[in-house]
T-cell receptor, first 112, second 114 residues
Framework: GQQLNQSPQSMFIQEGEDVSMNCTSS?????WLWYKQDPGEGPVLLIA?????ELTSNGRLTAQFGITRKDSFLNISASIPSDVGIYFC????????????FGTGTRLTIIP | DSGVTQTPKHLITATGQRVTLRCSPR?????VYWYQQSLDQGLQFLIQ???????AKGNILERFSAQQFPDLHSELNLSSLELGDSALYFC?????????????FGPGTRLTVT
C-alpha cells in the first residue's frame, strides 16, 4: 500500500531543543493530519490542517499545510521527555473515500 | 482517551484459525475505519463503514471481512489466518464535517498468529 515519505526517519535530540519534520506526497491531499504514537498504543491526533498554506498550533506544536498540497510540516518547540514517540503524518481526500494515507513515521528520541 | 474502544487488547491464535476483533466508536460518530499496522507495511487502511454501510475498501484481503451493526459498533473478521497476518489492528471513528473528518483511534488489538 501507499505510504507518504516522512523525514527524518529518526531524530536524537536533547531536551529543550526544537524539532522539525516533514512529509511529502506525489499526489495532492485536501486534509493533512499529524498523529503521535507511543509503543503499543493507538495514534493520537495532534493537529488537523484543512487548507493549503494553513498554519496551525497546538501548544508547542505547529504544523503547516504546504502550498502545493503535496506536503506538510510539523515543528515541536522546546522538546520535553513526553514528546518521545513516533510521529506520523496522514493525508486525506474529501468526498466519499476518507481513508488516511500515512507517512512512514519519524521516531523522536530525547537524549538525557 | 480517544473514546474509541477495542477488544480484545491481545489475541494469540494459530494458523488457519478465525478471529473477530471488536470496535466501539466515539459517541455520535457514524464512520468507522479499520487499519492494519505491521513493521514492513506501516499503517494501512483496510475498510470504512458509514452508518452500517460499507463506504470504502483498501487493500483488504478476501479472507478478511467487516461489518457495522445498528448500534454502530463494528467487527473485523479475519479467517484462515497466516503468520503474516500478525500485526496491530486499529479501529478509528470520525464525525462527518465539511472540512474533512478527523479520525480518532482506539488502543488497538495486537494479533499474534503462531
Amino acid at each position: 500500500g501507499q505510504q507518504l515519505n516522512q523525514s527524518p526517519q529518526s531524530m536524537f535530540i536533547q531536551e529543550g531543543e526544537d524539532v522539525s519534520m516533514n512529509c511529502t506526497s506525489s499526489s495532492i491531499f485536501n486534509t493533512w493530519l499529524w498523529y503521535k504514537q507511543d509503543p503499543g498504543e493507538g495514534p493520537v491526533l495532534l493537529i488537523a490542517l484543512y487548507k493549503a498554506g494553513e498554519l496551525t498550533s497546538n501548544g508547542r506544536l505547529t504544523a503547516q499545510f504546504g502550498i502545493t498540497r503535496k506536503d506538510s510540516f510539523l515543528n515541536i518547540s522546546a522538546s520535553i521527555p513526553s514528546d518521545v514517540g513516533i510521529y506520523f503524518c496522514a493525508g486525506q481526500l474529501r468526498g466519499g473515500n476518507e481513508k488516511l494515507t500515512f507517512g512512514t513515521g519519524t521516531r523522536l528520541t530525547i537524549i538525557p | 482517551d480517544s473514546g474509541v474502544t477495542q477488544t480484545p487488547k491481545h489475541l494469540i491464535t494459530a494458523t488457519g484459525q478465525r478471529v473477530t476483533l471488536r470496535c466501539s466508536p466515539r459517541s455520535g460518530d457514524l464512520s468507522v475505519y479499520w487499519y492494519q499496522q505491521s513493521l514492513d507495511q506501516g499503517l494501512q487502511f483496510l475498510i470504512q463503514y458509514y452508518n452500517g454501510e460499507e463506504r470504502a475498501k483498501g487493500n483488504i484481503l478476501e479472507r478478511f471481512s467487516a461489518q457495522q451493526f445498528p448500534d454502530l459498533h463494528s467487527e473485523l473478521n479475519l479467517s484462515s489466518l497466516e503468520l503474516g497476518d500478525s500485526a496491530l489492528y486499529f479501529c478509528a471513528s470520525s464525525a462527518r464535517r465539511e472540512r474533512g473528518s478527523e479520525q480518532y483511534f482506539g488502543p488497538g488489538t495486537r494479533l499474534t498468529v503462531t
